[in-house]
């Protein structure tokens, strides 16, 4: 295990968090990001990674490359495994940049927001692709070249990290890739890749594009009594887009996916219920204040968002077995025009989703 040779195309705040962990672990890390800036303070003053708790602080030094120097990889030790840790729309040019320095028997995981295993499978082929469905709770931010800090806590055995093989079976692999990975958090691998896939993405869908079409942080947003009801359209609605597919889902943010289709259906009691947990879960102790959605960070960056990629994707995969879901279709619409300054992120963007 300690030989094997880990690239992982994209410092931001997930892939930085998966790197440093790994390096501080005694992994062969070599990060790889466009960010100048970035990229010179990883490897000259190191990775300050910080969390909810003194314990989770240091700062490592590690090898990173700028882009334009990902050439200098034909002269090193094969890679073994390329984790793939940028934005859903840049998957397929990161892919075939880092696959050709691959080692006979490496491989590309996908540790990104949203559905990207058949993009990579594109380049390299289902036999060369595996995913990893980074968890609910871990919740980074890339706040300045270098610093990156966690805004929810760790919380033992519940799985940050699962990492599953598009056929289901558990391989060698696939248990040594999640052993490496527990030098990071806890992680384990599972033989329900698709349907954990669905649950997360099910998450996000109801989280990332409300606060960036509103600018509302994650305890703002579930705290504010009209977004909160668009928030759980948005759960029902992925919930029974991810069943059409059949697809079997799992608990979707540590709660019973039939909540949020009874509560999106208007049952008194689910709601009730469904709002009292989303409430309890806008504690400091919970989630930080500071916590923001990573498609909130693109907008308060002037970045494009991963909308298309997400709800868009709900959306569109609805309508391809009869199953709409109008408001992943609609928050699309106003979140592509936050993002294209035609709307500013306020709540009030959002209000006509919950008549």
Same mark, same amino acid.
Request: aromatic share 6%; with cysteine; glycine share 10%.
């Given at each position: 295990?300690?030989?094997?040779?880990?690239?992982?195309?994209?410092?931001?705040?997930?892939?930085?968090?998966?790197?440093?962990?790994?390096?501080?672990?005694?992994?062969?890390?070599?990060?790889?990001?466009?960010?100048?800036?970035?990229?010179?303070?990883?490897?000259?003053?190191?990775? =300050?990674?910080?969390?909810?708790?003194?314990?989770?602080?240091?700062?490592?030094?590690?090898?990173?490359?700028?882009?334009?120097?990902?050439?200098?990889?034909?002269?090193?030790?094969?890679?073994?495994?390329?984790?793939?840790?940028?934005?859903?729309?840049?998957?397929?040019?990161?892919?075939?940049?880092?696959?050709?320095?691959?080692?006979?028997?490496?491989?590309?995981?996908?540790?990104?927001?949203?559905?990207?295993?058949?993009?990579?499978?594109?380049?390299?082929? $289902?036999?060369?692709?595996?995913?990893?469905?980074?968890?609910?709770?871990?919740?980074?931010?890339?706040?300045?070249?270098?610093?990156?800090?966690?805004?929810?806590?760790?919380?033992?055995?519940?799985?940050?990290?699962?990492?599953?093989?598009?056929?289901?079976?558990?391989?060698?692999?696939?248990?040594?890739?999640?052993?490496?990975?527990?030098?990071?958090?806890?992680?384990?691998?599972?033989?329900?890749? $698709?349907?954990?896939? $669905?649950?997360?993405?099910?998450?996000?869908?109801?989280?990332?594009?409300?606060?960036?079409?509103?600018?509302?942080?994650?305890?703002?947003?579930?705290?504010?009594?009209?977004?909160?009801?668009?928030?759980?359209?948005?759960?029902?609605?992925?919930?029974?887009?991810?069943?059409?597919?059949?697809?079997?889902?799992?608990?979707?943010?540590?709660?019973?996916? =039939? @909540?949020?289709?009874?509560?999106?259906?208007?049952?008194?009691?689910?709601?009730?219920? @469904?709002?009292?947990?989303?409430?309890?879960?806008?504690?400091?102790?919970?989630?930080?204040? @500071?916590?923001?959605?990573?498609?909130?960070?693109?907008?308060?960056?002037?970045?494009?968002?991963?909308?298309?990629?997400?709800?868009?994707?709900?959306?569109?995969?609805?309508?391809?077995?009869?199953?709409?879901?109008?408001?992943?279709?609609?928050?699309?619409?106003?979140?592509?025009?936050?993002?294209?300054?035609?709307?500013?992120?306020?709540?009030?963007?959002?209000?006509? @989703?919950?008549?």
């Amino acid at each position: 295990m300690a030989g094997k040779r880990v690239v992982i195309v994209g410092a931001g705040a997930v892939g930085g968090y998966i790197g440093a962990h790994m390096t501080r672990g005694g992994h062969d890390v070599t990060m790889v990001d466009p960010w100048p800036e970035h990229v010179e303070t990883i490897r000259t003053k190191g990775f =300050d990674i910080s969390g909810m708790t003194p314990q989770e602080s240091f700062t490592v030094k590690m090898k990173a490359m700028h882009l334009t120097e990902v050439q200098d990889l034909a002269k090193q030790k094969p890679v073994d495994i390329a984790i793939v840790s940028v934005k859903s729309y840049d998957t397929i040019w990161a892919t075939q940049m880092i696959a050709q320095y691959l080692s006979p028997d490496g491989y590309i995981v996908s540790a990104q927001n949203c559905v990207n295993e058949e993009r990579i499978a594109g380049v390299v082929g $289902w036999g060369r692709t595996i995913g990893c469905m980074v968890g609910n709770n871990y919740a980074v931010d890339l706040y300045e070249a270098g610093k990156i800090r966690r805004t929810m806590p760790k919380e033992g055995k519940i799985a940050t990290l699962e990492v599953g093989e598009v056929h289901g079976r558990i391989t060698p692999r696939l248990t040594e890739l999640a052993e490496m990975l527990q030098s990071v958090d806890y992680a384990k691998t599972t033989t329900n890749l $698709w349907g954990v896939r $669905w649950s997360k993405l099910c998450v996000n869908g109801m989280r990332n594009g409300v606060s960036a079409a509103t600018g509302l942080g994650g305890n703002e947003r579930d705290k504010h009594d009209r977004i909160r009801r668009v928030v759980i359209k948005l759960a029902g609605e992925a919930v029974k887009v991810g069943r059409a597919l059949g697809l079997d889902l799992e608990k979707v943010a540590k709660i019973d996916p =039939d @909540l949020y289709v009874r509560a999106s259906d208007n049952d008194p009691k689910a709601l009730a219920e @469904l709002e009292a947990l989303m409430l309890a879960g806008t504690t400091g102790a919970a989630r930080s204040d @500071l916590q923001r959605p990573s498609m909130a960070q693109d907008i308060a960056k002037g970045r494009r968002t991963e909308i298309e990629y997400m709800n868009g994707y709900i959306a569109e995969k609805g309508a391809s077995v009869g199953c709409l879901a109008p408001t992943h279709e609609a928050l699309t619409r106003i979140v592509q025009q936050v993002e294209r300054n035609q709307l500013q992120a306020r709540p009030e963007n959002l209000f006509n @989703l919950t008549n």
